[in-house]
């Protein structure tokens, strides 16, 4: 039996309901579906479980790493929010752009969460050594990550970008779409870390940074 393409989820529809036919009307032929595009399509749902779960794991990894590298909670906890959401909104819209996810762009989450966390741990370092060493407010904090680290951070995103988008010319379906799909959770990761982290630190990070590098530094 042949059929048309369809997508991941509709296969696995039509192995369920041809597997319960058989067991209603034929239950002594009973077997096992098998084919090559049935096989690779378990192969991509486990793929992309795997990468979710793998992610997840790396996610709260990175933050406590965070907490103990920038020696501030307030700080980690923060963080997580332009590191989690880059790649949520990229899959939100690479569904809206195809309608599904393949097993090329399943493990995009993999190969941009070490990008997303860059640009948000230069941000955030810049930013507390304004708080902390100079004694700066939360605004004037905020304007020095960004006269530091704001130029870095487009150079390398637009370098990033072009050569992912590159990659997404190619005829083979697997690379082009992981190409795009890596373009644009790199492209949003620095959208959110210049429009969205800002605001958060401006609305949590109201602590006093004089006391709490005292208390660094008599622990220290």
């Known amino acids: 039996v042949s059929f048309a ?18 067991q209603t009307n034929a239950p002594e032929f009973v077997q096992e579906g098998s084919s090559m595009s049935l096989m690779f399509t378990h192969i991509g749902i486990r793929v992309m479980m795997g990468s979710i779960k793998g992610a997840l794991i790396a996610l709260v990894l990175i933050s406590m790493i965070l907490v103990m590298s920038l020696k501030s909670v307030r700080i980690g906890l923060i963080s997580v929010v332009p590191n989690i959401l880059p790649g ?18 399943s493990m995009v989450l993999g190969i ?3 990008i997303v966390v860059d640009d948000t741990v230069h941000f955030l370092s810049k930013y507390i050594r304004a708080r902390r060493d100079r004694g700066l407010s939360v605004e004037d ?16 995103t637009i370098v990033l970008v072009g050569g992912f988008l590159i990659l997404g010319t190619s ?3 697997n ?11 790199i492209s949003i990761a620095l959208i959110f870390d210049f ?26």
């Open 5 to 22: 393409a369809m997508g991941t989820q509709e296969f696995i529809d039509i192995q369920a309901r041809a597997k319960q036919w058989i």
């Open 88 to 105: 949520m909104v990229g899959f939100g819209v690479w569904y809206l752009l195809r309608g599904e996810v393949g097993m090329s762009t």
């Open 112 to 114: 941009t969460m070490g």
């Open 141 to 156: 904090g905020v304007r020095y990550a960004f006269s530091t680290v704001g130029v870095a951070l487009w150079v390398t």
């Open 171 to 173: 005829d083979l379906a």
């Open 175 to 185: 690379n082009g779409d992981m190409g795009l799909l890596v373009a644009i959770v």
């Open 195 to 220: 429009i969205l982290l800002p605001p958060l630190l401006m609305l949590l990070d109201r602590g006093d940074w004089a006391e709490e590098k005292n208390t660094v530094g008599r622990a220290a």
